[in-house]
T-cell receptor
Framework: KAGVTQTPRYLIKTRGQQVTLSCSPI?????VSWYQQTPGQGLQFLFE???????NKGNFPGRFSGRQFSNSRSEMNVSTLELGDSALYLC??????????????FGEGSRLTVL | GDSVTQMEGPVTLSEEAFLTINCTYT??????LFWYVQYPGEGLQLLLK?????DKGSNKGFEATYRKETTSFHLEKGSVQVSDSAVYFC???????????FGGGTRLMVKP
């Protein structure tokens, strides 16, 4: 069974640009979450999508947005990039059945560098 | 809001030593608690979990007990191996979805 796939794995952007990251969850998983990982702030929750609807949202500015498609694939977008957006962006999927809440399967991440 | 505090690393141990990584949390209600591990060059993966007070989660020789009275979920292993070298994250889930609040992570280095 294929794991969570994130693309691209690495990317470099300049301040002011925008970026779109993609995530393909494990087959059958309907919940997709996004996290930002940085050395200073650690792992921070961005948002979660379930059945194409945003179910939870973290404390990030409106420049960070996401969506989920009918096949459960998800994208996140960051507009007007700032230097502080440099981070590893992790996608996680979940089967989301009772008793398994919080059991996430993570991708290897997309490493964004903003120059 | 919810928060998770872990002991800072790195923690350096010799092979076969006893491991404890402390984790305490602040949360309303009754969260579920998790330990995730990130091996070098790999993605985060679930190590173990506990969903209610006094539950003990266990996997691969690691154990953690959900202590509501001390709001703690310390990770223990009786005999670590070099292959256990990784970053360990304590986390909690306190809502209807899959939003996790993570601790800062603790790097464990095990020397032969």
């Amino acid at each position: 069974k294929a794991g969570v796939t994130q693309t691209p794995r690495y990317l470099i952007k300049t301040r002011g640009q925008q970026v779109t990251l993609s995530c393909s969850p494990i087959s059958g998983h309907r919940s997709v979450s996004w996290y930002q990982q940085t050395p200073g702030q650690g792992l921070q929750f961005l948002f979660e999508y379930f059945s194409e609807t945003q179910r939870n949202k973290g404390n990030f500015p409106g420049r960070f947005s996401g969506r989920q498609f009918s096949n459960s694939r998800s994208e996140m977008n960051v507009s007007t990039l700032e230097l502080g957006d440099s981070a590893l962006y992790l996608c996680a999927s979940s089967l989301d059945v009772e008793g398994m809440t919080g059991e996430l399967f993570f991708g290897e991440g997309s490493r964004l560098t903003v120059l | 809001g919810d928060s998770v505090t872990q002991m800072e690393g790195p923690v350096t141990l010799s092979e076969e030593a006893f491991l404890t990584i402390n984790c305490t949390y602040t949360a309303t209600g009754y969260p579920s608690l998790f330990w995730y591990v990130q091996y070098p060059g790999e993605g985060l993966q679930l190590l173990l979990k506990a969903t209610k007070a006094d539950d003990k989660g266990s996997n691969k020789g690691f154990e953690a007990t959900y202590r509501k009275e001390t709001t703690s979920f310390h990770l223990e292993k009786g005999s670590v191996q070099v292959s256990d070298s990784a970053v360990y994250f304590c986390a909690l889930n306190n809502n209807a979805g899959n939003m996790l609040t993570f601790g800062g992570g603790t790097r464990l280095m095990v020397k032969p």
